[in-house]
């Protein structure tokens, strides 16, 4: 048992930690994540995984992952197997201790049962209208319910019976019988069963015609794994008086603790699964794993790591006060951890082509370049240079500002790792767009730190003949509103989107090493930012790569650059 964790404390391992001082639960840590398999895991989600697993890890403890699937009219397979994948994926495993709350139906129906037995439920005939006018408001009392005071004997023929299949879906349920006056709405006689006919549910089948509420359910699966600290989010406090008394009045032996924290909300980005659903049904993005969508399966696809990922739930910390989180804050852990680990490729995402006139045709030399600038022991790799090439739009101008450092007409510029090159003509076509630059070299200037020669810019490029086209995918955030998640149910949250949130360039050109690249893979390209080679997809043949992060934080830039304009700087 550690008292001590390496991690940063929060109230929770206050708790935790003066529980085990007491040696309360017998000094055991047990919790669990319980994700309802309605959607893909997000990136709230993901701080829940962190926190349970963690403190398991930390404490000596377990931690159980429980599919929470009461609702089996939203749930399915496919759900399943990506939440189970999406939590290892984050490096985390449950071992043997993968459990349904369905796979208890039998005992919480038994549960169920001897609340009847001691006159804490009732079967009730009231619609699900009328329950709702007698539970009353947050300024009145509910009303008793007129099936309130039946006999044990009767409530315990008609849930039964209800279990048989003789009632038709919402006429009739079983209620916990608490308190019609509670201050608490959620202790007015909730209800505990209904009747789902002609579902198929994913684990049980056609068993079961009754389905458990998610508050009765959710404690008792608890109790019988025999959880200790049963960790939820905010929203859950008003339901604790309600976990401990199904506790206290079943009798179990094990009784959790309850231990509410505040939900992650993220800039720009949504963390309701309803409304993450509706953006898939609705086809606002290509699926759950989209690259822009803050679910596991599309950080995974845009090149986030499990590190980077794990590394941010830990920087925001847990706390009970409503936070809303910096999308900045993530993308510059996610920048930090691809800056370490990310190979040094070159790209051009808008190619320009360059003839070098005075370079003998057919010639193919292969320059070296290392693989990482901070970290020589990871070697190098090749170039070929000919004397056809590509080089960025972007880095030639023809009536340049004085701040322009790289290409322009009689203008030099280095290409990175090779030759100086000198612009010595521009050629338009008949609409007056630039198409191809002809230049010369100086064979004097090869390498990366060639003597007695300065230019002011360094530039990227590909070889024309050796470069593969791909499909570069550059992504931004999803919303242009920084709190679509707050936006009242009657206003329509897709009218937030960002329009830009995806731009495609179909014809880029990376150099010819990235032919080796594993779909997943991630590398830094020269001078644009950190790129994923697609998993899911190719287009017509051709890779596509998405844009994991910008070298920098673009958003921090455009808000300076408003304060102080720089023409010409790269965007
Ligand atoms: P819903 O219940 O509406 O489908 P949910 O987001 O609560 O959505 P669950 O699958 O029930 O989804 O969540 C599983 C666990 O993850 C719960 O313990 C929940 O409290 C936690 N969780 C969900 N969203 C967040 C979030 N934004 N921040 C922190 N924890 C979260
Ligand atoms: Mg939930």
Known sequence: MHEESRRP????RQIIEADLRAHKHGGRVATRFPPEPNGYLHIGHAKSICLNFGIAEDYGGTCNLRFDDTNPH?????????????????GYDWQDRLYFASGYFEQLYDYARTLIYKGKAYVCDLGTEEIRTFRGTLTEPGRDSPYRNRSVEENLDLFARMRAGEFPDGSRVLRAKIDMASPNINMRDPTIYRIRHGVVHHQTGEEWCI????DFTHCLSDSIEGITHSLCTLEFEDHRPLYDWFLDEIGVPCHPQQIEFS????????????????LVEQGHVEDWDDPRMPTIAGMRRRGYTPAAIRDFCERIGVTKADNLVEMSLLE?????DLDRKAPRRMAVLHPLKVVIEDYPEGQLEQVEAPNHPQDESRGTHTLPFTREIYIDRHDFMEDPPKQFKRLTPGGEVRLRYAYVIRCTEVIKDERGEIVELRCSHDPATRGANPQGRKVKGVIHWVSATHAREVEIRLYDRLFEHPTPDKVGDGKDFTKLLNPNSLRTLTRSYVEPSLEQAKPGDTF???REGYFSLDAASTREGKAIFNRTVTLRDSWAKIEQEQH???PGTEN
């Open 263 to 278: 939900r992650l909300s993220l800039q720009y980005t949504l963390t309701s699964k309803r409304r993450l659903t509706q």
């Open 74 to 90: 939203k749930e399915n397979i496919e759900f399943i197997v990506a939440i189970k994948e999406d939590v290892r994926w984050l």
């Open 211 to 214: 389905y458990p509420m998610y």
């Open 9 to 12: 404390g929060n109230f929770i």
């Open 564 to 566: 102080a304009p720089k």
């Open 332 to 336: 510059n852990i996610v920048r930090e």
């Open 524 to 526: 830094q390209f020269e």
